[in-house]
């Protein structure tokens, strides 16, 4: 509270003459990589939301198998029924039977939970790798396998043992004798569980594919200049270079790999200082994002201009008086592209001058952010960034090239580059890890409910083996067979898709929310993903139908004989 207006209590009535309201906050350090948004950070930040949507994820991939469990041991109850009949009949308590099968189920639990163990620990360094971070292993973190684990445990033998353990301790010893062991109520449960599993697979094949796309739109839209074959000298750490930068730009344009050479306080991808500027015909000051460079640099980066033109060597006026805005700028100043050329403009308290050109609009940053106005100015010393373009196909010549002039005319200092491209990509690494591992997650998650779906056919098509081999003595073709035992796994996949629609356009929505610039969800993705569901399913089941009308006509016609 006492430090936010610290500055302006001291500097207020000067801040104020120049438009700026000065405020302080204290920021935690360890919030900085997840919930700072603020300009001109040392490296990418992560997201917040990423680290939601993981655990999301993570935790119905566990759902989903859970479900699976539940599926399976409702839908063997006439294998386990009978032995619970006889039990009951021989006096166990029902007390009894669910502590029985309640020790299944966490036999599984704890069996599947220590082999996921050993696997994410063997696959840790890789995870590592991947975030590129050196995250602690789990058995570095006594509380996650001391505590959580067990919690973790527990959880899903009560989640995914509790029904099971209920419906078949229920057994009557007289259903026993009638072959009447599952309820209706199971059917129907197992039923929805399946149209549950396959709308979460839905889902996540939508979010994955809107994410990929979300991706290749940022990766392959036009910024509004070019920014391949670009390397960037960072002369921030060498103030010789940056007193006089003359001296390497002019050995770097001797390089026959080389075809332009610029320099800049600011390169895309970085932040902008912001300066308050001010136009003819107002009395106060507004803060705009400021972007210094060489004479050169909006053509080494061929930015489109939209009106006027751009810097000359040859118009000593420019150096000093001289601004080009962007579109953005022109249009908050209420002009057209074609109405700003020669008019006013102030830049802070230093510089007065006229407009000279409008470039078109252009992504600075990410997509994440949306364009606002820039005005973009001339020094000639004091540039923090050199940006050497380099020609097709002679990359790595060139680089190699440019580091020898540099260490021959500084030869005690680091030299410090980077790829243009490749850092500016660096601002959706975040998005691409998360698009990656969505992938895998759908994946997971139509496998798990295939491997659910491969359980319960066979047991269904076990139980209808009979009725599927009079039914081909019949006469009743293989075709006809599969049509009759897809058709019941369809139509639940098919009311999942009609469920999953709206939750996979309002999660692929709320999730594009995010970027200034996205791509559109369209009709297509949820098409592909509908026929993507249907077709797993049907080839998922065939298998069984299949086999079992073949076994089946083969065993009628051996009793016949």
Same mark, same amino acid.
């Given at each position: ?40 950070? @040392? ?22 198998? @859970? ?126 569980? @399946? ?228 850092n500016f990509n660096l601002q959706y690494a975040s998005d691409e890890k ?126 016949? @004989?």
């Open positions: 509270g006492k430090i936010a207006g610290l500055l302006m209590h001291y500097y207020g009535e000067d801040a104020r003459k120049l438009g700026y309201e000065l405020n302080l906050f204290i920021q935690p350090l360890l919030d900085i990589h997840l919930k700072s948004n603020l300009g001109r950070e @040392i490296e990418a930040n992560g997201q917040l939301q990423h680290v939601y949507i993981f655990s999301a994820l993570g935790f119905f991939i566990l759902v989903l198998a @859970i479900i699976n469990f539940i599926n399976l041991s409702t839908a063997q109850s006439t294998k386990f029924g009978k032995q619970t009949g006889i039990r009951r009949i021989s006096g166990s308590t029902r007390f009894q039977l669910i502590r029985l099968f309640m020790f299944d189920s966490f036999v599984y639990a704890a069996g599947a939970g220590l082999l996921a163990l050993g696997i994410v620990e063997m696959l840790f360094p890789y995870f590592n790798q991947f975030l590129g971070r050196e995250l602690p292993g789990l058995l570095e973190r006594p509380w996650l396998v001391g505590v959580i684990f067990p919690a973790l445990i527990i959880c899903v033998t009560l989640l995914g043992g509790g029904y099971p353990a209920y419906i078949l301790s229920s057994v009557r010893p007289v259903a026993v004798l009638n072959n009447r062991l599952q309820p209706i109520s199971a059917s129907r449960l197992r039923h929805g569980l @399946i149209v549950f599993q396959f709308a979460v697979s839905f889902v996540f094949a939508i979010c994955a594919f809107t994410i990929y796309r979300q991706i290749d739109f940022m990766m392959t839209k036009t910024p509004g200049y070019e920014k391949r074959n670009v390397v960037v000298i960072d002369a921030w750490t060498n103030s010789q270079l940056r007193a006089n930068a003359k001296a390497l730009e002019n050995e770097l344009e001797r390089i026959s790999h080389v075809e332009d050479v610029t320099v800049s306080q600011s390169v895309p991808g970085q932040g902008l200082l912001q300066r308050t500027t001010r136009r003819e015909g107002m009395d106060t000051w507004v803060v705009m994002e400021s972007l210094i460079t060489g004479v050169d640099f909006l053509d080494v980066y061929d930015f489109e201009l939209a009106s006027g033109r751009t810097f000359s060597r040859d118009i000593e006026w420019d150096i000093s008086q001289a601004f080009v805005i962007n579109q953005a700028a022109a249009r908050s100043f209420g002009w057209t592209d074609e109405e700003a050329i020669g008019k006013n403009f102030e830049w802070f308290i230093q510089k007065q001058g006229q407009i000279i050109g409008v470039v078109k609009d252009f992504h600075y940053r990410s997509l994440h952010e949306i364009i606002v106005p820039v005005v973009v100015h001339l020094a000639e010393r004091g540039h923090g960034y050199i940006s050497v373009r380099l020609k097709e196909g002679a990359f790595s010549a060139g680089l190699q090239a440019i580091e020898e002039r540099y260490r021959l005319l500084y030869p005690d200092q680091l030299f410090q580059f980077f790829v243009l491209d490749e998360l698009g990656l591992l969505a992938f895998i997650f759908c994946g997971l998650s139509f496998f798990i409910a295939c491997i659910g779906l491969v359980g319960l056919s066979a047991l269904i098509v076990e139980d209808r083996r009979k009725e599927i081999g009079i039914r081909k003595v019949l006469g009743a073709t293989s075709a006809a067979i599969l049509i009759m035992l897809n058709k019941g796994f369809s139509s639940l996949v098919f009311l999942a898709v009609l469920v999953g629609i709206p939750c996979a356009y309002f999660a692929a929505d709320q999730w594009l929310q995010q970027f200034a610039y996205r791509t559109e969800i369209t009709s297509e993705v949820f098409i592909v993903a509908a026929i993507a569901s249907l077709l797993v399913t049907t080839l998922t089941v065939s298998y069984h139908s299949l086999k079992a009308s073949i076994d089946s006509a083969r065993g009628c016609a051996a009793d016949e @004989i």
